[in-house]
């Protein structure tokens, strides 16, 4: 018998009102959550923060809404004056359809012409550079107006949030305050340090950007379409491993490359490039250099001395309770313009709200032990699956074919992280719907989440033929599982997989 209970679809996952995952508990409701069919949807009170408009926003979007200026118009709400600007722009401010940017009651927002066209734009905008109001900020607001009576009670810390939140971060990034800047998400981080760099080497030229590897489909989105012109802008390496592919790229477009995101290692494949190899070869040509650890935490992998600059979710390992969205831009001050990027990046970071800072500050102490205790886990149940008869694949991050390159920035040799993808010798669904662990999106928790990954971040590409053979040619199955161990017994998470497997 499992000791993971079953969690009803839509439930939050762990519970709070603020919990980043909500339970998909078989395919059908995978399917019906990413093709939006009613009898799935009207059971999702939240998701992924920046995927799910959460009801505390919806609420609050419906109070707005009685306003004789904004009533009949769609209502996105966001996390700054200036970010209400942006969405405006994106959107248009002319014509029939003109989107308009508000301050009302303290609150910043764009309203527009409600069409399936523009809310699809903005919601995916705001999705793609975390520009959303956060849960506890729409709470407090609708406290603040009388909506609510109290806010959901929670643990927060009393002092100074960020400078606690620094003093964690620091077991990671021994660098000074001015270096360590705080995001609302881990995709504000990202964003914000790709347009720093932007602006750097824009003036030599340099505006042309290079995934390596196959990347988070919101840092794959941020190239696609925030390069001046992606045709020409937007540069993919597909294998980490392959060192002499990229040296010839570079070599062809050198003059032009702006920078490289690389995650270290990828998700949701898990693996590992050389960075000391590539950074060497980016440098040379004069690129500059965003890592992202969030696969595996910056407490298990060491990687600011390998770039500009650093880009990483809080939301993942020091929020481990999974209540918390936030981010992160670490300067590596012995680089190249890293005054003129830290100036640069505070200018787009936008605003974290106090009560997530003392919400992540109150959680974040745990971070070292919380780790620990994945990674002693995470050891033993990627053993049991690369044994076990009914598995046909496993990826993690000490995989044989880039194991070596992830133990060079490994803070141990045995800090995996949480994460483990595989494929299955027979039918997803039978074991997806039969396995008795939590189900949804996110990881670094706590919680031990397992997901049809590929479902989720890629749903467009697993209905088409087309978008199949590009999975295909980069090594994804639309069959992986993605696994994230939490804090829970290792026996526990291996015997659950065995009641399954079996």
Not at 417 to 435: E, N, Q
Request: hydrophobic share 45%; proline share 7%.
């Amino acid at each position: 018998m499992s000791a993971f209970s079953p969690i009803p679809l839509g439930q939050r996952i762990p519970g709070s009102p603020h919990s980043v995952a909500c339970s998909l508990p078989t395919m059908a409701d995978v399917i019906g959550y990413e093709e939006g069919r009613p009898e799935t949807t009207k059971h999702i009170a939240s998701g992924y923060p920046r995927f799910v408009v959460h009801t505390h926003a919806k609420r609050l979007c419906e109070h707005l809404g009685r306003r004789p200026e904004l009533a009949g118009r769609s209502l996105w709400l966001v996390s700054s004056a200036k970010m209400a600007g942006a969405l405006a722009d994106h959107l248009g401010r002319t014509g029939a359809a003109a989107a308009t940017p508000f301050t009302i009651e303290d609150i910043d927002g764009v309203a527009h012409a409600d069409t399936p066209a523009l809310n699809s734009r903005a919601k995916v905008y705001l999705q793609n550079i975390g520009g959303f109001l956060s849960s506890r900020a729409a709470e407090d607001h609708l406290v603040r107006l009388g909506v609510l009576p109290a806010a959901a009670p929670e643990k927060l810390f009393s002092g100074d949030a960020t400078a606690e939140i620094r003093r964690v971060l620091r077991g990671a990034f021994p660098v000074a305050d001015a270096d360590l800047l705080l995001a609302p998400s881990g995709m504000n981080a990202l964003y914000a340090s790709f347009r720093a760099i932007s602006t750097v080497q824009a003036r030599a030229g340099r505006t042309a950007w290079l995934q390596l590897g196959w990347l988070y489909l919101d840092s794959i989105a941020l190239l696609k379409k925030f390069t001046p012109d992606p045709a020409r802008d937007y540069l993919h390496h597909g294998d980490v491993t392959d060192l002499a592919g990229l040296e010839k790229l570079l070599a062809t477009h050198g003059p032009r490359l702006a920078g490289l995101i690389i995650e270290a290692p990828t998700n949701p494949l898990i693996q590992t490039a050389d960075l000391a190899a590539v950074t060497a070869l980016a440098r040379r040509h004069g690129a500059k250099v965003i890592l992202d650890p969030a696969v595996s935490s910056p407490f298990n992998v060491d990687l600011l001395p390998h770039a500009d600059l650093v880009a990483t979710s809080l939301t993942k390992y020091t929020a481990h309770e999974g209540d918390v969205i936030a981010g992160a831009v670490v300067v590596n001050a012995a680089r190249p313009d890293a005054a003129e990027l830290r100036a640069l990046i505070a200018g787009h970071l936008e605003p974290v709200h106090g009560r997530d800072l003392a919400r992540l500050a109150a959680q974040i102490g745990a971070t070292p032990d919380v780790v620990a205790r994945i990674n002693a886990s995470t050891l033993k149940v990627a053993a049991y699956l690369e044994s076990h008869p009914a598995v046909a694949q496993v990826w993690w991050a000490h995989q044989p074919a880039t194991k070596a390159n992830y133990l060079r920035i490994s803070r141990t040799p045995t800090s995996p992280g949480c994460m483990i993808s595989f494929t299955l010798k027979g039918p997803l669904a039978k074991f997806y719907d039969a396995v008795r662990l939590p189900k949804g999106p996110s990881f670094g928790m706590t919680t031990t989440l397992i997901s049809p990954f590929v479902y989720l971040a890629h749903y467009d590409l697993v209905t088409s033929a087309a978008g199949r053979a590009e999975l295909a040619a980069h090594g994804l199955s639309p069959d992986l599982l993605r696994l994230c161990i939490g804090t829970e017994p290792a026996a526990d998470i291996i015997a659950t997989l065995a009641e399954a497997l079996a």
